[in-house]
């Protein structure tokens, strides 16, 4: 069992940056893939970036050039850094991680998830 913890959403203008900090904690989550989802509400959870084990990155058209996802397997820690942040990134955001060679951009591949952080961008 992984437990994840997410931690640094707030409420932010358009424009301003955010880091999320994922922090793992019980079986180790080095091997597997970590994934950032977020939900807004009356939406479908959607992908937003992943890192697989060897550091290799996918990120969401809507994001791209625009977050970064990072990790550290000794400290078991996963963060994204969000820069000119738009109204409609406002979601939950989650932290989730999934075995190895799985289809990262999928919800259903991923077997732990955190309880999400709320991202609020005002225009």
């Known amino acids: 069992q992984v437990h994840l913890v997410e931690s640094g959403g707030g409420l932010v203008q358009a424009g301003d940056s955010l880091r999320l900090s994922c922090a793992a904690s019980g079986r180790t989550f080095s091997s597997e893939t970590v994934g950032w989802f977020r939900q807004a509400p009356g939406k479908e959870r959607e992908f937003v970036a992943a890192i697989r084990w060897f550091l290799g990155v996918d990120y969401a058209d809507s994001v791209k050039g625009r977050f970064i996802i990072s990790r550290d397997r000794a400290k078991e820690m996963a963060w994204l850094q969000m820069n000119s942040l738009k109204p409609e990134d406002t979601a939950v955001y989650y932290c989730?991680?999934?075995?190895?060679?799985?289809?990262?951009?999928?919800?259903?591949?991923?077997?732990?998830w955190g309880q999400g952080t709320q991202v609020t961008v005002s225009s």
């Open positions: 989730a991680a999934a075995p190895p060679g799985r289809q990262v951009d999928a919800v259903r591949e991923y077997t732990f």
